[in-house]
């Protein structure tokens, strides 16, 4: 939503101030130019990324239309499943949270956290350290640096569309360029038209130096900056789950471990305590 409405503005402001300073929006309607700079950059992208890498950044690109998935009512909701899970854990033993671990799809707890359910991610997160601490076999500190190594790995892989989109909006303007320059081109191989004709000329070849700046800074240049707030917030759930787990094995009790990993949360999504123990004994 906020993306069109930026669009709209900065569309408006652009092209709404050049007709009111006497411009004729004409001259810049350049399908010509669009193409060259769209053309080019599209060609830059194929080349400059591997499959992997254009394939998830195609699966991102569609996320900015959409609002943050990653509010404050699904860190309540995760919250409250990790304090029944380790509430389950404290009081009938590690082996009783087996089949919720193995089979989450299935299990009665997962089933009243749909929010969480739905995210293969943070549902596969929390298993593999649930099934860990069940197995026995690692330590807190061992298990909290294979932790970071994944939430490395994960934010390392979130990143990748936003790197890719902003580098596209770094060269937005350079393909600006080569378009404004090949229309220079074609002016002067035109010497011989009269002074009004190649005068036109020259406009539309600066055009495609308009056209270039105004893709890069009004609209794949800031799609990158909000792909990379996309991916902090989600690397923001893992840390939450992994800070939750490791007070739990570190011996303190459900309740405090959840508070500990309330803690993580930003001021806009970080519930009050008294909030988040009345959502937790209602969904119990």
Do not use: C, W
């Amino acid at each position: 939503m906020f993306v069109i409405l930026g669009y709209i503005i900065v569309s408006a402001s652009v092209f709404g101030g050049f007709a009111l300073a006497g411009g004729h929006m004409a001259a810049l309607f350049q399908p010509v130019e669009l193409l060259m700079i769209g053309g080019a950059a599209v060609g830059a992208f194929l080349v400059g990324n591997s499959g992997k890498a254009i394939k998830a950044t195609l699966k991102a690109l569609p996320t900015v239309l959409k609002g943050s998935k990653y509010s404050k009512d699904s860190y309540m909701e995760l919250m409250a499943l990790l304090y029944e899970l380790l509430g389950k854990v404290r009081k009938e033993g590690l082996m009783s949270i087996e089949g919720d671990v193995e089979r989450p799809e299935e299990s009665p707890i997962f089933a009243k956290y749909p929010k969480i359910l739905s995210d293969h991610h943070v549902v596969e997160f929390i298993t593999d350290y649930l099934r860990i601490m069940v197995s026995g076999n690692l330590n807190a500190m061992e298990i909290e640096n294979l932790m970071d190594v994944e939430i490395e790995t994960h934010h390392h892989e979130a990143l990748m569309p936003a790197h890719i989109v902003a580098k596209l909006g770094d060269g937005m303007p350079a393909f600006g360029i080569v378009a404004a320059v090949m229309g220079v081109v074609h002016t002067m191989e035109s010497v011989g038209l009269p002074p009004a004709e190649l005068g036109i000329l020259i406009a539309h070849a600066l055009v495609g130096t308009f056209l270039g700046i105004l893709l890069a800074y009004g609209f794949v240049g800031p799609l990158g900056t909000l792909l990379e707030q996309k991916a902090e917030e989600s690397t923001k759930m893992f840390q939450t789950i992994k800070v939750t787990l490791l007070a739990n094995l570190n011996g303190y009790a459900p309740a405090m471990a959840v508070e500990f990993g309330r803690k993580v949360l930003t001021s806009a999504e970080r519930p009050g305590f008294t909030e988040l123990e009345d959502h937790v004994k209602q969904k119990r």
